[in-house]
């Protein structure tokens, strides 16, 4: 088992593990004055592991509450959120209880949020199932919901007490969610670590689940120290990300987060080696790897629907659109560039 400390505006341990599951119980029953914990999850994670970690809860001797809403993107709304905060208020969970987020991404986002404002705050611990969920989005502290003007655009930066990654739960994951998950494990290699980037090219991540997921966690951590509310130098995480939400969006969201975002940093590589914006075509290497786990490296939407919709993004700010382009394989910087000149960027790398 490993252990990663976190120094953000809350200190906190991540626990990575085979079996780490089992330590979610003592963990809450050890928060100060504790008496409930509320298990929010989905109705696929529900079946497989909600009723365990619950037991473990009452084991301790705590009260446990369970909310559960289908799985997906598509319930990551206000209103689920308000129907969550609905029956914490009913069931009277009060400012010192827990709320333990058991499941992906989705559950941490939604969860997280909400315990953010319930009464201005209450513990919460992340147990993420999913692979991008232990990787990425369980460790940082972003929470949100998504608007009907796009995705995340209501949150808080509220950091869990602990997480928990038992990567047996990613055992019983389909290959397309496991996937999904390695795009962003590449990513941390391709952006950071030339090292851990030859290490995924020799090993199968399968074999080698508590390393890959350490190393992301701690590559991350380093990044949320320097700059928790993501105003710097966080962006780098989003290698791959701007073409890649502009993928997710000409699809209507039928392609993957993860599968967009091996489109994105493979077309982003590329475009900005031909477009002069870096020395190194690092493009090759990264397609070879996702492809070795089953994503895709190229997209049919064109250049001009691709720019329209990154352009378009609710979050950008400004007549500049920052693009995180490799210097080599293993570093990447910000680029800022004017939003005008995007067009001709991923043009230069479809060839056109
Ligand atoms: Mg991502």
Known sequence: MQQIEVRASRRYTVHIGAGVLAKVGAFVRGLP??????VVTDDIVNGLYADRVENDLRAQGLRTLRFVFPNGEASKTLSTFGALLEFLAENRVTRSDCIVALGGGVVGDL???AAAVYQRGVAFVQVPTTLLACVDSSVGGKTAVDLAAGKNLAGAFYQPHAVFCDYETLQTLPDRIFADGMAEVIKYGAAFDLEFFRFLEANDAHDRLEDVIARCVTIKRDIVAQDETDRGVRGLLNFGHT???AVEACSGFSVSHGSAVAIGMVLL???AYKAGLTQADCAPDIAALLQTYGLPTETPYSPEALCEKALSDKKRSGKTITLVV????????????????LLSIVQAGAGV
Do not use: D, I, M, Y
């Not at 004055?33 to 509320?38: D, G, N, S, W, Y």
């Not at 490799?326 to 000149?341: S, Y």
């Open 33 to 38: 004055r504790v008496e409930t914990a509320v």
């Open 111 to 113: 969860a997280g949020f």
């Open 243 to 245: 073409l890649g939400h």
């Open 269 to 271: 590589s590329r475009a």
């Open 326 to 341: 490799p210097q080599k394989l293993g570093r990447c910087v910000l680029c800022p560039v004017p939003a005008e000149r």
